[in-house]
């Protein structure tokens, strides 16, 4: 039996295969629809086992043999969705198998990812359950429009994180993320990783708030995401991963919160540091008049604004010293966040310590505290 009646498989919809036959396959039931990953369209299967949800791409030539082996005769009842009929296949234990056809209406042929105004990297339509229960994406995969903000800030961490590892050779990647709150970045990159590129990913998420840790392992483990953890700490004093870690990244950790992932990064050899600040109020709270930058310290809005600048120059300025080359790239429109600044760092060169003297005299001069400088340099 062949029930890709079709030459061309991009003329299938969505593939339903429920009521196993065979019970020793571990998912009562498999979807397959067409999806756009990384510019190749291919097929995504969802396939559910008990409360988890199991994620597998399969490139369209293969497809034929994948149904053989995975869907023919292990389901009941296999349903067929092409742009206007459904074809249902009824297996029977004894290998018979009942053809049934129905007409429908034409249905929307527009796949996932594809021939979209904006083509991001996760686009609205994509099949990443996680979305919908973190309340991005509606139950038909809508961006939910109060949440279209995160969504560009989570899209534009993975687009980044996707020019930085495009040409990753490794198989393997651990990472941390610190203050993960709600972990929509978390669960994207996880997904980006595990789905996207097929590397095996580890991540732990670290967060003050036990509830919100709670409800992400939860769903964790809803999606069979076997290597994403969640973990209750105050990432300023409690014990953190002591493993290999190959990157951290953080996405509005406040205010030292950011230092503390630097710091873990440097103290660690972590090569790669991808981190968005935010609430930079250290500075703003100890800065003085001090010299010729005063006239920036008059007005309390250009104050906050010029100590948040001045905070993530130093934190640059300190990840060089310790072996790392830095950027800081526009995250994503001012419109969408004010807090935009992102610090990418890869360690790459010897430590050299040659920013020092120069924070240190501003530090002097205009009597301000930085926390990183402290965990670094020790004064
Ligand atoms: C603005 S939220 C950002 C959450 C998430 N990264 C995102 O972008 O959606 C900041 C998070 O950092 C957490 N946080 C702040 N200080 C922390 C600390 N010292 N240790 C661990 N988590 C911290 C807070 O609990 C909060 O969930």
């Known amino acids: 039996m062949n029930i890709i009646e079709t030459k061309n498989p991009s003329q299938i919809l969505k593939i339903t295969a429920s009521n196993l036959i065979d019970k020793h396959c571990q998912f009562f039931r498999i979807t397959l629809r067409q999806v756009q990953i990384g510019g190749k369209v291919c097929f995504q299967a969802e396939k559910f086992k008990d409360k988890q949800v199991f994620h597998e791409n399969i490139d369209m030539e293969s497809l034929q043999t994948w149904l053989q082996t995975n869907v023919e005769f292990v389901y009941k009842q296999v349903c067929v969705v092409l742009e206007s009929t459904d074809v249902t296949y009824l297996f029977s234990a004894n290998g018979k198998c009942k053809r049934l056809q129905k007409v429908t209406e034409t249905k929307n042929t527009q796949v996932s990812g594809v021939n979209r105004t904006k083509n991001y990297l996760i686009n609205e339509g994509d099949n990443i359950p996680a979305l919908v229960d973190l309340g991005v994406f509606t139950k038909d ?46 669960f994207i990159v ?23 840790v709670k409800n992400c392992n939860a769903l964790a483990q809803k999606y069979g995401y076997k290597n994403l953890h969640f973990v209750v700490a105050d990432v300023s004093k409690d014990k953190l991963a002591d493993e290999h870690i190959d990157c951290v990244i953080s996405l509005h950790a406040c205010d030292t919160a950011t230092d503390y992932a630097l710091h873990y990064a440097i ?33 309390g809005l250009i104050k906050e604004r010029t100590s948040a600048l001045l905070t993530d120059a ?16 526009e995250f994503v429109d001012f419109a969408h966040s004010p807090k935009n600044i992102m610090i990418r760092a890869y360690r790459n060169k010897a430590k050299s310590g040659k920013n020092r003297q120069n924070i240190q005299d501003l530090m002097q001069k205009y009597h301000f505290n930085q926390t990183l400088y402290k965990l670094v340099y020790g004064d």
Do not use: W
């Open 190 to 212: 996880y997904y980006y990783f595990s789905v996207i590129k097929s590397v095996d990913v580890k991540i732990i998420g670290y967060d003050l708030k036990a509830d919100v």
């Open 314 to 329: 130093i934190r640059g300025m300190i990840l060089e010293d310790c072996g790392y080359s830095v950027d800081m790239l």
């Open 141 to 186: 995969l809508k961006i939910v429009r109060p949440m279209f903000d995160k969504f560009k800030q989570i899209n534009r961490f993975v687009e980044i994180l996707n020019h930085q590892f495009k040409d990753y050779t490794g198989n393997k990647i651990t990472i941390l993320d610190f203050g993960c709150g709600k972990s929509y970045l978390t």
């Open 267 to 299: 103290s660690h050899y972590v090569k790669y540091i991808f981190s968005v600040p935010c609430c930079q109020h250290e500075i703003n709270l100890s800065i003085q008049s001090g010299g010729e930058l005063d006239c920036l310290l008059k007005y």
